[in-house]
């Protein structure tokens, strides 16, 4: 193991909510089991290695601020993607994280080649192949990043170019290899360039076309080689491109429909995503679990005054515990986890920041299954939504919902039994009460 994180020199600890230990655990206690599974094993938490490895603290508006020895422009690049690597699993074992995942360009550099850039992430992924075993840290997900490149300026798979939907292809097919090499649990897809800046140059239709094919080709490859992960799309409203062809969950899944996927692909929903897209981080978690397309999640948040992805570690307890809610009314995660996609803010320079961006949002997190647990565990929620649909249970509700009735049956029905239905109470405010409630009790 490297001393990069030198700072922190036993692996974090749960001390429970009265410690004010910054390097230790308030809320995760990974073994405490909650409903059945223990903590661990209900958040399936995962550091993202390019936010916490592989950027350099940039923004749009300015250079990076990390002193990272792996950022050293004199370095063979070989050599510093192995440096970058030791500091990231010394990283992944000392916080606990059971999960890491990554982009192939995160870890391996792109070489002058395309053999020479497979080369260099083979070497790689031998390299994680004996960290892996070394720390006991597995991989939520790898996928390709075929958004930076300026040959995909235009788009990957949604690119004018057929040569560029070659190369995104065959980039795809080489990352697919490597994540089922190491044991991937999912395979992620995030359209960053996939969508339009302009639609007076853009044929939409082709478009579509192309990234359907596109998805087609990687079930198709995935099932050839039996790599037996979840894949997963990732909506995201815009940003990079001014519309992004997968917005939100509900258009992934009409989309998905259209192309013979529903069955094939599910969603990993990012939370400031959904905030982007003008959702609440809860209702994309309830549009995929509705369809059947529910994955995975990126957990992080935005800036309510910045309107790029920010990225910052998730810290609400109230916006996650209705997320997670939504997620063990689903069953809980499959194949998926609770995947970190967040990052430091500039400033925040020091590497122990690190820790306590993570640290902050795993108690978060942990906090919020403890919420939703007993919000589940309490049903109050459940029975008052049962109590507010149970007339559809009802002979009438059974009927018209079983299509033996007519919109002329229903007109004689209302004439005939002069019908006046009075509104009754949503219990709106009465049930914020009872989130707030319950996220003051647990412990
Ligand atoms: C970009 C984003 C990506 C994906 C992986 O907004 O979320 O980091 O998660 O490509
Ligand atoms: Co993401």
Redesign the pocket.
């Known amino acids: 193991m490297t001393d990069f994180f030198h700072d922190v020199s036993t692996p974090v600890a749960y001390e429970g909510p009265d410690s004010d230990n910054p390097f230790a655990f308030r809320w995760y206690d990974k073994d405490r089991i909650v409903m059945g599974k223990s903590m661990e094993e209900q958040l399936r938490m995962s550091v993202?290695y390019?936010?916490s490895f592989a950027w350099p603290g940039s923004d749009i508006f300015g250079a990076g601020t990390f002193d990272r020895p792996w950022f050293d422009p004199t370095m063979d690049p070989m050599d510093a993607a192995h440096l970058k690597m030791d500091a990231a699993f010394e990283f992944f074992e000392k916080l606990g994280t059971p999960f890491f995942s990554f982009?192939d360009r995160d870890i391996a550099p792109e070489g002058a080649t395309f053999a020479e850039s497979c080369s260099n992430l083979d070497t790689m992924i031998d390299y994680a192949e004996s960290k892996m075993a070394d720390t006991g840290v597995q991989l939520l997900w790898g996928?390709a990043?075929a958004?930076f490149q300026p040959r995909y300026a235009a788009g990957a798979a949604t690119n004018p170019n057929p040569d560029v939907f070659a190369y995104a292809a065959a980039q795809v097919k080489h990352c697919l290899d490597a994540t089922k090499r190491l044991g991937g649990q999912n395979y992620?897809l995030?359209g960053?360039r996939e969508g339009y800046e302009m639609l007076l140059n853009t044929n939409m239709a082709h478009e579509l076309d192309q990234l359907g094919r596109f998805l087609n080709l990687v079930v198709e490859y995935k099932n050839e080689i039996g790599f037996d992960g979840t894949i997963l799309i990732?909506p995201?409203p815009q940003?990079p491109t001014k519309h992004q062809y997968d917005y939100d969950s509900a258009t992934v899944y009409g989309f998905l429909q259209h192309y013979g996927l529903e069955n094939d692909i599910k969603v990993?929903i990012?939370v400031?995503?959904a905030t982007l897209a003008g959702h609440d981080f809860n209702h994309e978690i309830k549009q995929a679990v509705t369809n059947g397309i529910f994955g995975s999640v990126?957990a992080n948040r935005g800036d309510d005054r910045l309107g790029w992805?920010t990225?910052q570690f998730p810290n609400s307890v109230e916006q996650m515990s209705l997320g997670v809610y939504e997620i063990l009314l689903g069953g809980g995660f499959t194949t998926g986890g609770f995947?970190f996609?967040t990052k430091l803010r500039r400033q925040s320079l020091h590497p122990t920041d690190l820790f306590h961006g993570h640290i902050g949002a795993m108690d978060t997190m942990a906090r919020s299954l403890l919420v939703a647990a007993a919000l589940i565990e309490d049903g109050e929620l459940a029975a008052l939504v049962d109590e507010r649909y149970s007339r559809w249970g009802a002979d009438k509700g059974q009927r018209i919902l079983a299509g033996e009735v007519s919109l002329a049956d229903l007109h004689a029905d209302v004439l005939a039994n002069n019908i006046n239905p009075t509104p009754v109470s949503g219990q709106q405010e009465m049930i914020e009460n009872i989130v707030n409630r319950t996220i003051e009790r647990v412990r």
Do not use: A, I, R
């Open positions: 993202c390019w936010h982009h996928t990043q958004f992620v995030w960053g990732e995201k940003e990993n990012e400031n995503h990126d992805d990225d995947m996609d």
